[in-house]
């Protein structure tokens, strides 16, 4: 039985800073930004917009795609930015799309890798459960110290994935090549809201881990090399997956799948699964029948090597112009601007900023995050 993502959509905020006004005020030269590491902007999020907010925009674009959402039994969200260390971030997605009562929800974390682990248990189930579909979110919103080298590869996104049999996009392969290392490369102590890091260990350790991935799939699958069409990696900042696909792969297609990432930063559980969307919406050939390899790596660490092959006529089941209008539409953040969000002065109940899908965290009270529709009696 072919099993594998039968719909995917994403979601970013609705403001930007270019990373020209960055280097202007750390006194950084831009050239470094925009060749060294190759980001040109990264998505800024208001304090009405989070992880949530974004997941349930990407999981009705999803969701959309089903004739019935009722046949979701199982919603896997994954993420390295939650705010709750007990309940699921999971659940107000499931509420706000009014899925069944009878579904499995819970969150999955591990660093940058865990949408690929949410997808591979998903495959699992739906072959053990053939009428089921599977809701694998990823969303993440990266902060780092400001002044730190981190600072511009920030960025956040949610994709929402649909996993199940006969899948529209595509039908993922039984082989992987898998490595898991303890190492402190990059982690996020939960007192703190920013991430900490190790620069050269962490570039070290995903170049490594790829090396040692990428061997045991393809022992695992008996493919050489050649059989891979293309690669889709974790996108941590643009340079990361060219030097990856350097060692490897020598540039096939790959420009293609680093424009949205490019324009958004770094979206950590998103990031490989925005790299597959970019890759679809922006390459006019068909890739209908092709075999694309996927590198997926979580500091701490977890890597996987993976492939799929994406089905015939996908590109029914995309909406490239909408993306690609999301990403334009977002408003420039003044420098200034950037700063109070990132710093949290700007208050959450302000109607200043606007949301980029239905729903909005409107306030935070005795603890809890209180989400509203934009426009009330909205049906999903
Ligand atoms: N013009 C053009 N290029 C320039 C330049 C200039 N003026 N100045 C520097 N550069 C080039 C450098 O030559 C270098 O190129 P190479 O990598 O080809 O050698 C590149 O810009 C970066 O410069 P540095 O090596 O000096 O970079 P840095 O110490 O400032 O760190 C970074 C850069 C690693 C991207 C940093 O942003 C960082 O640590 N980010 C967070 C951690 C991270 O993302 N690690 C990636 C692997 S871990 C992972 O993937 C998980 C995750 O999501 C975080």
Not at 43 to 58: C, G, L, R, W
Not at 213 to 228: G, K, Q, V
Not at 346 to 368: C, F, T
Request: aromatic letters at 10%; charged letters at 25%; a neutral charge.
């Amino acid at each position: 039985m072919k099993v594998g993502i039968d719909s995917i959509a994403f979601s970013t905020s609705k403001y930007f800073l270019k990373l020209e006004t960055l280097a202007l005020h750390r006194r950084d030269d831009y050239e470094k930004y925009y060749i060294g590491i190759g980001q040109k902007q990264m998505s800024v999020f208001p304090p009405n917009e989070d992880i949530v907010t974004i997941a349930i925009d990407a999981t009705q674009k999803a969701v959309a795609m089903l004739p019935d959402k009722n046949d979701i039994d199982l919603l896997i969200f994954a993420t390295e930015s939650s705010f709750d260390l007990s309940k699921s971030a999971g659940i107000y997605v499931h509420r706000f799309l009014q899925l069944k009562e009878n579904c499995r929800v819970f969150d999955l974390k591990q660093a940058c890798y865990s949408a690929t682990a949410a997808l591979q248990l998903a495959k699992s189930y739906v072959k053990e459960n053939p009428r089921s579909k599977v809701l694998v979110v990823a969303s993440d919103i990266v902060k780092y110290l400001p002044n730190t080298s981190g600072e511009p590869t920030q960025g956040g996104a949610a994709v929402s994935m649909i996993v199940a049999k006969d899948p529209r996009i595509l039908t993922l392969e039984p082989h992987s090549g898998i490595h898991t290392t303890d190492i402190m490369d990059f982690w996020r102590p939960i007192y703190k809201s920013e991430a900490l890091f190790d620069n050269k260990l962490s570039v070290y350790n995903y170049l490594k881990s790829l090396n040692i991935t990428l061997e045991r799939y393809l022992e695992a699958s008996h493919l050489n090399i050649s059989d891979l069409d293309c690669v889709c990696y974790h996108a941590p900042f643009c340079k990361m997956a060219r030097k990856a696909n350097q060692q490897t792969f020598k540039n096939k297609f790959l420009e293609n799948s680093l424009i949205y990432g490019s324009l958004i930063g770094n979206s950590c559980s998103a990031s490989i699964y925005i790299c597959l969307l970019s890759l679809l919406d922006n390459t006019p050939e068909d890739l209908g029948e092709k075999r694309i390899g996927f590198f997926s790596y979580g500091s701490g660490s977890v890597a996987e090597f993976f492939s799929g092959i994406i089905s015939a006529g996908y590109k029914e089941m995309l909406a490239p112009e909408s993306n690609r209008q999301m990403i334009e539409d977002r408003r420039e953040t003044p420098f200034e601007e950037y700063e109070s969000i990132f710093s949290g002065t700007s208050a959450p109940v302000s109607r200043k900023y606007q949301n980029v899908g239905p729903v909005a965290l409107v306030k935070i009270e005795n603890d809890k995050r209180i989400y509203e529709f934009l426009c009330p009696n909205k049906n999903l």
